[in-house]
Nanobody, 118 residues
Framework: QVQLVESGGGLVQAGGSLKLSCAAS???????????IGWYRQAPGKERELVAR???????FYADSVKGRFTISRDLAKKQVYLQMNSLKPEDTAVYLC?????????WGQGTQVIVSS
């Protein structure tokens, strides 16, 4: 059983930056490295959407809406995944959730709120 805890959200002005962290527990470092980790977001009245993903092999994926502004990274020793968000826009306002998944396993965190003011 993997537990995920997100942190780093908050209120920021448009154009600003935030760095989100997703800390994993309940798995060894080797086991954690086998998971694909994704950052998702859900705004009020909207469906949850994938923002960025880092695959177990290290490849990354970004949604078009955040490409060039957000960067996903990980520290396997610390069992943490990060989302560096730059040039934030009001439309980035949402609850950001971390997901760890691989075949047969799927875990979600509780989320951290990001509010971008114009």
């Amino acid at each position: 059983q993997v537990q995920l805890v997100e942190s780093g959200g908050g209120l920021v002005q448009a154009g600003g930056s935030l760095k989100l962290s997703c800390a994993a527990s309940g798995a060894s470092g080797v086991a954690f490295s086998r998971y694909n980790i994704g950052w998702y977001r859900q705004a009020p009245g909207k469906e949850r959407e994938l923002v960025a993903r880092i695959f177990s092999g290290g490849d990354t994926f970004y949604a078009d809406s955040v490409k060039g502004r957000f960067t996903i990274s990980r520290d396997l020793a610390k069992k943490q995944v990060y989302l560096q968000m730059n040039s934030l826009k009001p439309e980035d306002t949402a609850v950001y959730l971390c997901r760890a998944e691989r075949i047969g396993y799927d875990y979600w965190g509780q989320g951290t709120q990001v509010i971008v003011s114009s």
